[in-house]
């Protein structure tokens, strides 16, 4: 997929923090899905004492996790999310062109990018957002 470049950065697409779910390095699962669905979104980034990145956890990331886990259903739920999380996201900074950050998203085949700037998680650009202002503009 081909966007042709309209100038717009991801600041002005992404879902600030406080829309988006981001919980504690020692968030349990079960709390972290509980994130996810009253945001509506299937991702959940966990965060440090500063804000920055340490993982992002998706429903995907779950669902696998699910399949290849060999424990009891209840004794997942209680693991930490982070010890199930990506520790090493595909991150963008709110300075980046929207159309390279969707050609990215293709080309990783995800639907969310954590948005860091200068250590610390600033949003989220969500894909069908990112879609409506390219489509809008």
Known sequence: MSI??????V???????TVF????????????????DS????VVCIVGSEDELLGILTD???RRK???VQKPLPAFFIDDAINHAITDPITISSNMDLSEA???????????LPVVDNGRL??????????????KD
Request: glycine share 4%; aromatic share 4%.
């Open 102 to 112: 969707v050609e990215l998203m293709e080309v990783k085949q995800v639907w969310d």
């Open 11 to 17: 600041s002005n697409v992404m879902l600030n923090t």
């Open 4 to 9: 042709q470049n309209k100038n717009i950065l």
């Open 39 to 42: 945001f509506r979104l299937g």
């Open 60 to 62: 995907g990331d779950i």
């Open 122 to 135: 600033v949003g989220l650009l969500h894909l069908h957002e990112a879609l409506k202002r390219l489509l």
């Open 21 to 36: 779910p981001a919980v504690a390095e020692n968030t349990i699962v079960k709390v972290a899905l509980e994130q996810m």
């Open 66 to 68: 699910l399949l290849s």
